[in-house]
T-cell receptor, first 115, second 113 residues
Framework: SAVISQKPSRDICQRGTSLTIQCQVD?????MFWYRQQPGQSLTLIAT?????????ESGFVIDKFPISRPNLTFSTLTVSNMSPEDSSIYLC????????????FGEGSRLTVL | GENVEQHPSTLSVQEGDSAVIKCTYS??????FPWYKQELGKRPQLIID?????GEKKDQRIAVTLNKTAKHFSLHITETQPEDSAVYFCAAKRGFGNEKLTFGTGTRLTIIP
């Protein structure tokens, strides 16, 4: 299995501030996926991060709020900008376990609480 | 886009009994259907998946069935144990590559000792 390291694992943030979450994978992957899981809810795809091009955002998510970087094939960052209490969630990065397997493998997640 | 509905939202089962969770999907082109288990405070992990060319797949105490015509699939857990207590998510997508995976709303399964 891929090894995905996410930082921070948790943080408490003040309203109006921004926080950047880092995701490091132990192997090169074409795409990395960022999901949000609000308290007690399901997983919602925020965006797909491609190396060398802009991320592709899902409906309801915009680059100004969730800027993403993908500088190389093993690393990505997601920033949650100008946070409000509604942004309190677990943010998870994920990668495909292997070509043509379909299996999505998740990092441990970053639990953000916005006061 | 794809829409996945999941039922029930909560399920309590006596230890040793069976549990069944059902999902329906909207996109007839979807052909990959995984199930994820998320224990409290942990990441979701794949427990079983099925492709559209197969009607049923089994792995020890868990099994998944797929009805393409009706566009629904189910997770079956037999001889439930306390460690089966978790939230289970179904999902669906087209293809086995970088296509978007759409998740159901989740089922909180509680096994009563």
């Amino acid at each position: 299995s891929a090894v995905i390291s996410q930082k921070p694992s948790r943080d408490i943030c003040q309203r109006g501030t921004s926080l950047t979450i880092q995701c490091q994978v132990d192997s090169q992957v074409t795409m990395m996926f960022w999901y949000r899981q609000q308290p007690g809810q399901s997983l919602t795809l925020i965006a797909t991060a491609n190396q060398g091009s802009e991320a592709t955002y899902e409906s309801g998510f915009v680059i100004d709020k969730f800027p993403i970087s993908r500088p190389n094939l093993t690393f990505s960052t997601l920033t949650v900008s100008n946070m409000s209490p509604e942004d309190s969630s677990i943010y998870l990065c994920s990668v495909l376990q292997g070509a043509n397997t379909g299996e999505l493998f998740f990092g441990e997640g970053s639990r953000l609480t916005v006061l | 886009g794809e829409n996945v509905e999941q039922h029930p939202s909560t399920l309590s089962v006596q230890e040793g009994d069976s549990a069944v969770i059902k999902c329906t999907y909207s996109d007839s082109a979807s052909n990959y259907f995984p199930w994820y288990k998320q224990e409290l405070g942990k990441r979701p992990q794949l427990i079983i998946d099925i492709r559209s060319n197969v009607g049923e797949k089994k792995d020890q105490r868990i099994a998944v069935t797929l009805n393409k015509t009706a566009k629904h699939f189910s997770l079956h857990i037999t001889e439930t144990q306390p460690e089966d207590s978790a939230v289970y998510f179904c999902a669906a997508k087209r293809g086995f590559g970088n296509e978007k995976l759409t998740f159901g709303t989740g089922t909180r399964l509680t096994i009563i000792p």
